[in-house]
C-alpha cells in the first residue's frame, strides 16, 4: 500500500463543524467528507519537489515554501481528524493545516518558484536525473521531470485557488 500526500481545500467553518463533530458524536466521527473537487493527491511528489529546489539552489525561503505547501504547520490542532476508527491519515505522521493567512502566503510564494527553471538544471536523460534527485524517482514511468512538473503545476494552482476562495488546507498521509 502507498503512502501519498493529500490536501483539502475547506472554509474554516467546515473544519469547526468536523471538530464538533467529533467531540460531539458518541464514536468521534468528525464526518470528514471534503468535495472531491478540494481535494488534491500529490502522490510522491512532496520530497521529490524539496530535492529538485536543494539541487537547483533554492534559498532558505523557498525550500521552507516547499516544505510548508506539502507538510503544513502545526499551530492549528487538527488531531480530532487522526482518532480511530476515522483516522484521514493513518499510514503517517498526524494531519496538519494552514490558516487561510497562511494560505495565501504560501501562495503568492510558490508562484515565485519557477518550475521549469528548476528542472532545466537536471541532466537532461531522465535516468541520470531521477537517479541525482533520489527517492526512487529514476523508476517514475514517463520521467522526473514530467511527473514534477505536473505536480507542482497542480499545488501552485491548488494554493492559488485556496487563497482565492480564502480556506484553509489540511495535509495528511494516505
Known amino acids: 500500500m502507498a503512502v501519498t500526500r493529500q490536501l483539502a481545500r475547506v472554509p474554516v467553518e467546515y473544519l469547526a463543524a468536523c471538530r464538533r463533530s467529533a467531540v460531539t458524536s458518541a464514536d468521534g466521527d468528525p464526518r470528514w467528507d471534503p468535495p472531491s473537487a478540494d481535494v488534491l493527491d500529490l502522490d510522491w511528489a512532496p520530497p521529490l519537489l524539496r530535492r529538485v529546489g536543494e539541487l537547483a539552489g533554492l534559498d532558505s525561503v523557498r525550500l521552507d515554501t ?94 492559488l485557488d485556496a487563497a482565492r476562495r480564502q480556506l484553509f488546507i489540511v495535509l495528511w498521509c494516505d
Open 66 to 159: 516547499l516544505r510548508r505547501a506539502t507538510d503544513g504547520d502545526t499551530a492549528i490542532d487538527v488531531g480530532f481528524l487522526d482518532t480511530h476508527p476515522y483516522e484521514i491519515g493513518p499510514f503517517g505522521p498526524t494531519p496538519t493545516a494552514l490558516s487561510a493567512a497562511q494560505v495565501a502566503d504560501v501562495a503568492q510564494r510558490l508562484a515565485r518558484i519557477h518550475i521549469p527553471a528548476l528542472l532545466a538544471l537536471l541532466p537532461v536523460d531522465d535516468r541520470e536525473a531521477g537517479s541525482l534527485i533520489g527517492h526512487g524517482a529514476d523508476r517514475i514511468v514517463g520521467g522526473p521531470k514530467a511527473y514534477l512538473r505536473t505536480h507542482f503545476d497542480a499545488l501552485r494552482e491548488f494554493y
